[in-house]
């Protein structure tokens, strides 16, 4: 089972950039997906972005056009670049691959995830 290492976050102003990184302990590049998650307090964690073997991206609604989700196979890591920061971006980040399941994605194994804290 892969393992994952999530870094970059930190406390950021609104309007702020942020770049995370996932590393993973084994090759990436026959999974499905590699999906970027969050987990706000008290709230579920969410799917934010995702990116297939192919390199097509996906974003929810609440990030598209904000967040940008990459791939680099040969250094097995996953990067999401977070622009224009909001408060409501405050969130633990995960990333973790993931397959279709349904009209849903089944996630893989968790890191430690990165803390991200959008606050002036």
């Known amino acids: 089972q892969v393992q994952l290492v999530e870094s970059g976050g930190g406390l950021v102003q609104p309007g702020g950039s942020l770049r995370l990184s996932c590393a993973a302990s084994?090759?990436?590049?026959?999974?499905?997906?590699m999906g970027w998650y969050r987990q706000a307090p008290g709230n579920q964690r969410e799917l934010i972005a995702h990116?297939?073997?192919?390199?097509?991206?996906h974003y929810a609604d609440s990030v598209k056009g904000r967040f940008t989700i990459s791939r680099d196979n040969a250094k097995n890591t996953v990067y999401l670049q977070m622009n224009g920061l909001r408060p409501e971006d405050t969130a633990v980040y995960y990333c973790?691959?993931?397959?279709?399941?349904?009209?849903?994605?089944?996630?893989?194994?968790w890191g430690q995830g990165t803390q991200v804290t959008v606050s002036s």
């Open positions: 990116i297939t073997s192919g390199g097509t991206t």
């Open positions: 084994g090759s990436i590049d026959r999974v499905y997906a």
């Open positions: 973790t691959p993931i397959r279709p399941y349904y009209n849903d994605f089944l996630p893989g194994s």
